[in-house]
């Protein structure tokens, strides 16, 4: 059996691995190895594979057979390159030691520099290169460093002796110590070092290289770098490689230093080189702030001949790599080194600029630029921000769920009427509730953005607020309301304090802080105009339709104008009950719920018949040409009606009936668990007329807009079938009525009538709800929630926790869960289908929105996802990414 190779050499030219090894050499590693094979002078060294991290874990934190061999050969190898030994006491070989995962994860594990120095080690050092100052410098780093990263002791020890060194010399800058008052440092540093952990300061450089790599393999499960992986949903890696290169000083004197830089400016994408650099310093300085950096430019006139070297390299790796470059350089005595290499983290207004720039140079393609922007990145784009110069400065008073992106700051008010009436006085608020519920909509609509202590990610405040566009931070469990105030871990907030919210983010700031709208560039438009023809020129076996296309969930005109502008192909989902809960149609519904009598509740119905229709013209108005699927009334009617005495009183007496009337039939309209009781089509069997109206509103409408001029596509969709009969006797009443509408208006008006899959038993048998449907709406908030048996609502209670401790790995409301709900999912389609080859089917869920959920609808088959109207350019570059990805 061939022996596992565990590290990989770089140097003189060549290297055994390269770019596409990220995955065993890490991007780091991966990075040396190719600078190095393509002549970038590169400081030589090896890297030991990710595999042994693997493996470091599994045998509980000790090395595979062989590997204490091999780290001896390939030191070997690189003191007979470098023609220095490790730990010589005439002329010491330093190494680096750093870490560097497969996905770039900065300034999450360990780096230890100068590795090699001890007492003797550090006299020749300063003999051999007549300097030595800069010897004792790098020994004292080396201490501080090896001490804090490998053997776990605090920095602010070190920083102490340092301090008082300097303040006793009466000088500010680590700079202005010469030798002597370096060499003092470095005995008091051994001196806390013998104190603290009761042993000398290694002296055996082999030693120190190994504690070294245990430390950097042991920063691989550090609390920051967990939580950056889960922060950024980083799965599947086998560990951290650890990169041991031979040291450059750029602390050798003034005509050293060390810097880095970008290939473009990452903040704004612009092509110019951009980047920072010290002089007479070491990496660390630059990153922890110790002293101020110049700008990149003023190195062009301290040593032009280095930043012509530099500005060449940088544009020949931005060449091979086709990429913007992220780039680490040190500078010793008058000569350039580079460090490290990798693509460059940058805004979501950066990343496209890059992209269409990149294109426009010839340096990729159209499909590889849609590659080049995350669907986060994108979403930077629509929002407005907390000022990220004033945020660097803050702590959150608060953290919940980032359930509605951008930031919105104003005081609160705790009721949707006080939110509409401090807004009509002109005033900014935030609603703070427990949980949102559709009656307090016109509070979220004049609300800059929507607080609340309870709900998930699907909660009704989440999802209302995403269709509007308004930040919400949901499930912000330590925010307690009571009447009008609210506390925070005991600090109480009035009415009419200011807060702040990032729905981004999810944290919740004191006071007003200003906020700043990316701009939107032309260039936005090209870059999603390539998104389109990626996504609609997929053609799949079997499936009926242009491409991969991208719906919206919209329930008014406004919204539809907003998701059209924005690019959707369609309306996925319309929820009529949300306009009910408009201005003069609220009390005529009530009025309709607590009828008696089937002839009562016609005169009420018939009172909102005009006003639906003038909803619902106005809707195809506004999608003109594209399909608009239109769900009849879903959630239970206990939602319509008042719930406290002074609520019963005022409508008991806009109604003309007694109060204890109105409370009994509120009362009888009360369910155990509401959610699985009597609403979607159940209440379309047990009140037939209630939507009975509807559907007569919808067609009476399309005809009225057809015969303007306008092409309309109304979609009818039955809400919650369990069963095909229910589908088919709301079908067989939904026909009776269209059929009435049509002959009345001598019209013919092209229409479809299907059905929500969101029951799973609706999932299990879609071979014979295909037979009485046009089409299937996966609805896969309900689906998940019984799939389940979490309440979408209450999740929030517990959602932390589950995530924390590995129950779940991502929130199922938030992101589809493939393993479970999705296998419902692709049982629906594939039972659709074998009935109706044709069957148009999509997603109209929230998942809609969610990348990942998106590539598992185009892969199941689903013909279109339909997302909230500020999602729409999201979900078209994800679909347009899943469908590049199943070309490949």
């Not at 296998?823 to 969610?850: A, F, N, P, T, Y």
Request: overall charge neutral; aromatic content about 6%.
């Amino acid at each position: 059996m061939a022996k596992t190779k565990m590290i990989y050499f770089f140097g003189d030219g060549k290297a055994e691995g390269n770019a596409k090894m990220k995955d065993l050499l890490g991007g780091k590693g991966a990075n040396l190895a190719e600078m190095t094979s393509i002549g970038v002078p590169v400081p030589p060294g090896f890297t030991i594979s990710t595999e042994v991290c693997s493996a470091f874990y599994e045998n509980k934190r000790s090395y595979p057979a062989g590997f204490a061999s091999e780290l001896k050969e390939h030191l070997g190898s690189l003191e007979k390159l470098m023609g220095k030994k490790l730990g010589d006491a005439n002329d010491p070989l330093l190494v680096s030691v750093r870490s560097g995962a497969a996905i770039s994860m900065p300034g999450m594990m360990d780096t230890i520099l100068n590795l090699g120095l001890n007492d003797q080690a550090t006299v020749g050092l300063g003999e051999k290169t007549g300097n030595p100052r800069f010897a004792w410098d790098a020994y004292r780093r080396f201490i501080q460093m090896f001490s804090n990263v490998a053997m776990g002791m605090k920095g602010e020890v070190f920083e102490a002796i340092l301090e008082k060194i300097k303040a006793d010399k009466k000088v500010e800058l680590d700079t202005e110590l010469d030798a002597d008052d370096l060499q003092k440092v470095v005995t008091e540093y051994k001196k806390a070092y013998k104190k603290h952990m009761k042993s000398d300061f290694p002296q055996d450089p082999v030693e120190q290289l190994q504690k070294a790599i245990d430390a950097v393999f042991g920063s691989w499960m550090n609390d920051r770098a967990i939580h950056y992986r889960k922060l950024n949903n980083i799965t599947g890696l086998l560990g951290t490689a650890v990169n041991v290169q031979s040291m450059v000083f750029g602390n050798f004197g003034d005509d050293s230093g060390t810097g880095v830089c970008f290939s473009r400016d990452p903040s704004t994408g612009k092509k110019v080189f951009y980047g920072e650099f010290l002089m007479n310093a070491q990496g660390e300085d630059v990153v922890a702030g110790i002293r101020t950096p110049e700008k990149l430019s003023s190195l062009k006139k301290r040593n032009a001949a280095v930043y012509d070297e530099l500005e060449a390299i940088k544009d020949k790796l931005e060449n091979h790599y086709h990429d913007m470059q992220d780039i680490e350089f040190t500078i010793q005595q008058g000569k350039l080194f580079l460090l490290q290499t990798r693509n460059g983290k940058r805004t979501g207004p950066a990343a496209v600029k890059i992209a269409v720039d990149m294109v426009a140079e010839k340096m990729i393609t159209e499909e590889e630029a849609i590659g080049r922007v995350s669907p986060d990145q994108l979403d930077q784009l629509f929002h407005p921000g907390i000022d990220p110069k004033m945020k660097k400065s803050l702590s959150p008073l608060a953290k919940g769920l980032n359930a509605s992106p951008g930031a919105a700051t104003g005081q609160i008010v705790f009721s949707a009427e006080d939110a509409e009436a401090w807004a009509k006085d002109g005033k900014k608020v935030l609603l703070v509730r427990k949980e949102t519920s559709p009656e307090d909509i016109g509070g979220m609509v004049a609300a800059q953005g929507v607080l609340t202590s309870t709900g998930g990610m699907t909660s009704h405040a989440a999802v209302v607020a995403r269709g509007m566009g308004k930040p919400c931070v949901a499930g912000c469990k330590s925010v307690v309301v009571s009447g009008k105030a609210m506390s925070v871990d005991g600090k109480k907030f009035k009415e009419g304090a200011y807060l702040s919210i990032d729905g981004s983010t999810g944290e919740v700031f004191e006071g007003e802080l200003e906020l700043v709208s990316p701009k939107i560039t032309k260039d936005l438009a090209t870059f999603l105009g390539w998104a389109d023809k990626v996504r609609l020129s997929a053609k799949r076996e079997g499936i009926a339709g242009v491409g991969f296309q991208v719906r919206t969930n919209a329930d008014q005109p406004a919204d539809a104008k907003v998701a059209r502008k924005f690019g959707a192909e369609g309306i996925g989902l319309c929820r009529t009950e949300h306009m009910f809960f408009d201005e003069g149609k609220l009390e005529i519904f009530q009025e309709m719920i607590i009828s008696e009598t089937a002839e009562a509740r016609a005169d009420a119905l018939k009172k909102l018949l005009p006003l639906q229709k003038k909803d619902f013209k106005g809707i195809f108005t506004a999608m003109e040409g594209l399909p608009v699927t239109i769900r009849l009334l879903d959630p239970p009617l206990h939602e319509f009606v008042p719930k406290t005495a002074a609520e019963v009183k005022e409508l008991a007496a806009k109604l003309g009936i007694k109060p204890a009337q109105l409370k009994a039939k509120a009362e009888a309209l009360k369910e155990l668990n509401p959610m699985l009781g009597h609403r979607g089509c159940r209440l379309g069997i047990t009140y037939p007329e209630i939507y009975d109206m509807q559907v007569e509103a919808i067609m009476t409408a399309a005809c009225e807009v057809q015969k303007s001029g306008k092409k309309v596509h109304p979609e009818i969709m039955i809400p919650l079938i369990g069963t095909v009969k229910e589908l088919q006797m709301l079908r067989a009443n939904a026909e009776a009525v269209i059929e009435k509408v049509l002959s009345q208006k001598k019209m013919k008006v092209d229409y479809k009538i299907g059905t929500m899959i969101e029951i799973p038993r609706a999932a299990l048998t879609a071979d014979k709800v295909a037979a009485s449907a046009d089409f299937f709406s996966f609805g896969t908030n309900d689906l998940t929630q019984m799939t389940f048996g979490y309440s979408r609502d209450d999740i929030g209670s517990f959602i932390g926790d589950y995530l924390d401790q590995g129950v779940l790995p991502r929130d199922p409301f938030q992101s589809l869960d493939t393993e479970g709900v999705g296998q419902l999912v692709s049982m629906g389609v594939e039972k659709g289908r074998s009935v109706k080859g044709d069957l148009k089917m999509g997603i109209c869920g929230e998942h809609g929105g969610d990348p990942d959920s998106i590539d598992f609808c185009y892969r199941t088959g689903l013909n279109y996802v339909s997302c909230s109207p500020y999602r729409v350019p999201i979900a078209r570059l994800a679909a347009a990414q899943a469908v590049a990805r199943s070309k490949k």
